[in-house]
């Protein structure tokens, strides 16, 4: 869940959320938030636009494996999937 702060928007178009603050729904904030009634957006894609080197990779694409093939090598792609798979069965 996202509470969101405001919106940022860039020379291409491409606009992304700045200041926003994210909860996963175990954070005990999430209760005292929904109870204060401040507005929350639920995403299930856990990417973002981010700045890196210079350079703005906006989310603009249907997918987070779409975008990740857009940023990194193929080489790379395979060491994240691998890393993922790693974490995904610690958090299990």
């Known amino acids: 869940m996202l509470l969101k702060h405001r919106t940022a928007s860039y020379a291409d178009k491409a606009h992304a959320e ?7 729904e175990s954070n005990p904030a999430v209760d005292l938030l929904k109870e ?18 210079g350079k703005l ?10 975008f990740l093939q857009s940023v990194i090598s193929a080489d790379e792609m395979k ?3 691998k890393w993922d ?3 995904s069965g610690l958090y299990k």
């Open 18 to 24: 700045v200041g926003l603050e994210e909860f996963w």
């Open 36 to 53: 204060l009634n401040i507005p929350l957006e639920t995403f299930y894609t856990s990417f973002s636009s981010f700045y890196y080197q």
């Open 57 to 66: 990779y906006p989310f603009k694409h249907k997918s987070n494996s779409e």
């Open 79 to 81: 060491a994240y999937k």
């Open 85 to 87: 798979q790693k974490l």
